[in-house]
């Protein structure tokens, strides 16, 4: 599927939907819980969608519901005893979090269970999260270069071990799976990038009044065993990453956009955007029902931007780089390259054809405010780079054609209908 694309003019409000990390930290929880949890205001995405249909084959029961006109997931738990009763392979669709959360908590049952996924997860790093499972007593196995497909076979007993964390998600796995070990576990971390995505799941480990303790920079975490999970009550938080398609549409389309649901107390990183946007020249007025954003002025870039804690920000900020006054310099975000796709090449690519003065660094970018122009460009199958571009269609002259953009459903499926809903001139065909 492809997107087309148009110079538009936006405006109105939207509600901005339920965050990704939140909603699948909440389903694979609840599926190793005791009881019934209730999750209101989820994120229906493909890859949540991958998680609750990978719980679902592990023995966790599930209905849907509304109530108070809120959507409302109740899952059933496990009590840590997971099944797979066919012995099937669990497909996960192009879900990385949802792999590496899963092969974490699978690998403290004594069940081997094999996961797969798309082509694009079939190219996801897992080895050095299969290391750490490894060396806590764990047995594992996969395809060439550590990637699935991979099997699991627990039960993990504890001890020590040390994870790189070249992604996050490979400490929060192990965060969440060693409490059910039966012995105490201390995790060395080295070179953690994304610590806000950390900063959630410890945040959801303190909710769940698991005992664990960590140094202040997150080095060295010690873990109590012999725990278990209990049912939950949560709202899931709206998704700040998400938000930030809204927000940089606004900046460069100079328009004026209300978005509903956000906390900025909430723990998500990508809300640092909101505050750089506002240093290159956009006002945000955060009135507590809603957050209007739009720019009185020019968008100013002349700044180095720090990327490491909001990789996933790497293809938007590109965009908005483009439009900016001045060079806009995106670091320190090597990890961005090991996404769906190598976000960092595929944007410089992709920019480029749109007239875009832009120039890869080993760990990121160095963007030229530029006259931009419609064109044919490619989506790289990544939901990021996808609703990046197609932001970008929408602020220049002439038809833009985001092609291979169906995957943008991985997080945003209501994507093209919320943005016709602000007035963009969008359309897939």
Known sequence: MDLKVSKSSLSGEIVVPGSKSHTIRAIVTALMASGTSVIKNPLISDDTESALFASKKLGAKFIDTIEDGVLTWKITGTGGKITNPNDEIIFLGNSGTSMRLLAGLVATSDLKICFDGDAS???????????????????????????????????????????????????????????????????????????????????????????????????????????????FKKTMPADFSTALFHLIAAAVTNSKISLKGLDFADNQGDKEVFEIMKKMGMTIEDLLSKVNVFRQGALIGDREIDMNNIPDAVPIMAVAGCFAKGKTILNNAPHARIKECDRITAMARELKKMGAKIEELEDGLVIEGSDLHSARVNGHGDHRVIMALAIAGMAVEGTTIVENAGDYTVTYPNFVRDFKKLGAEIERI
């Open 121 to 231: 997860l079939r190219g996801r790093l897992m080895a050095p999260l299969l290391s750490s499972i490894r060396k806590l007593g764990g047995r594992v196995s996969y395809s060439e270069g550590g990637k699935c497909p991979l099997s699991i076979k627990g039960p993990i007993i504890g001890g020590e071990t040390i994870v790189e964390g070249k992604s996050s998600q490979f400490l929060s796995a192990l965060l969440f799976a060693v409490p059910l070990a039966k012995k105490d576990t201390i995790i060395h971390v080295i070179n953690l990038n994304e610590r806000p995505y950390v900063d959630i799941t410890v945040d959801w480990l303190k909710s769940l009044k698991i005992k664990f303790e960590y140094e202040p920079d997150y080095s060295i975490f010690r873990v109590k065993g012999n725990q278990a999970y209990k049912a």
